[in-house]
């Protein structure tokens, strides 16, 4: 079936850039499928645009705020158009790091514990033990992240005027610091149901995987599949597919872990789950279902095909 599919991308959120290449990669393969496409780069008249595409859906390749949130979601409920990936409520508690812990948490998904903190704290105190993780509660992509170690640079206490995301955020949330290792699972959603795609380990070149590390070229090495126990993984897809389905998620999710290779299966920690994974040529999703036989094409008409089958959304 021939389609109509209005791609939204861009936007103003930290994630701008990335989304562009989402939606840039995800316009072309609509295209090569078959169906007609309108690229929308999302300003504040946006609804306008959309109105006046009347596309049969919307492909969200939006990244972060408000894409990401519920803003966008909620809109075009309002408008009655349909769309992809999860909608409004999921989205609204997924972005948020706090409101994801009390959904998963209670259901026995391993997460770190931790506590809001006021960003002035910080200037007096330690808020928990080091080494922790501060990181913002509503954001993406590991923009905004600062791990406080005795060595850092941020001082002790952290030094009002160094650089970090206590300059940029109110509040903050600070976790322990889980050591060891990175993996990440997709979940792609749709007919038979949802299945878990693979595990992949992040190894950063330098440094943690942060922003830069996540979408610049050769920063970090992808092992997929990870390199680890068969416990490991089967844990890791068997929360992923948790997470998706407490969370409510439609589409595809990405869910983040940390993993102490020192604990086994009692070393593992869900971080967090992405409604909006990217689609780029470094994006882990894209490369997870190539690892299965898929196609990016064929993701892509995955995601739309359970969007026009999901009337209802969460």
Request: hydrophobic residues 40%.
């Amino acid at each position: 079936m021939t389609l109509h599919v209005a791609v939204l991308m861009g936007g103003w959120s930290a994630e701008r850039e990335v989304s562009l290449l989402s939606g840039a990669g995800v316009a072309d393969a609509l295209e090569q499928l078959g169906h007609r496409v309108t690229r929308i780069d999302m300003t504040r008249e946006v609804a306008a645009r959309l109105a006046e595409a009347a596309p049969d859906l919307v492909f969200n390749a939006l990244h972060g705020t408000p894409g990401e949130d519920g803003s966008v979601q909620g809109m075009l409920d309002l408008m009655g158009l349909r769309y992809t990936h999860s909608g409004l409520a999921t989205s609204v508690i997924a972005i948020d790091k706090v409101l994801t812990k009390q959904a998963l948490v209670p259901h026995g998904v391993p997460m770190p514990g931790g506590r809001v903190v006021k960003s002035a704290e910080l200037f007096g105190a330690d808020p928990i033990a080091r080494p922790y993780v501060v990181k913002p509660v509503n954001e993406g992509s590991s923009v905004g992240i600062a791990i406080v170690t005795d060595d850092s640079n941020y001082g002790n206490p952290i030094g009002r005027d160094v650089a970090g995301p206590w300059q940029d955020f109110e509040e903050l949330l600070a976790e322990p610091y889980i050591r060891g290792r990175e993996l990440t699972t997709a979940v792609l959603g749709g007919p038979p149901g949802n299945r878990a795609l693979g595990v992949t380990e992040l190894k950063p070149k330098t440094g943690w995987y942060d922003y830069d590390a996540k979408y610049t070229d050769g920063m970090t090495e992808h092992v997929c599949p990870a390199d680890i126990p068969d416990v490991i993984a089967d844990a890791c897809k068997a929360l992923a597919l948790e997470a998706h389905r407490l969370l409510g998620c439609r589409g595809c999710s990405r869910a983040d872990f940390r993993w102490d290779d020192e604990r086994g299966v009692d070393g593992l920690f869900l971080l967090e789950v992405n409604t909006q994974p990217g689609m780029t040529a470094l994006s882990l999703v894209p490369e997870q279902a190539r690892h299965i036989g898929m196609t990016y094409a064929e993701l892509v008409q995955a995601i739309v095909d359970e969007a026009l089958q999901d009337g209802e959304r969460a």
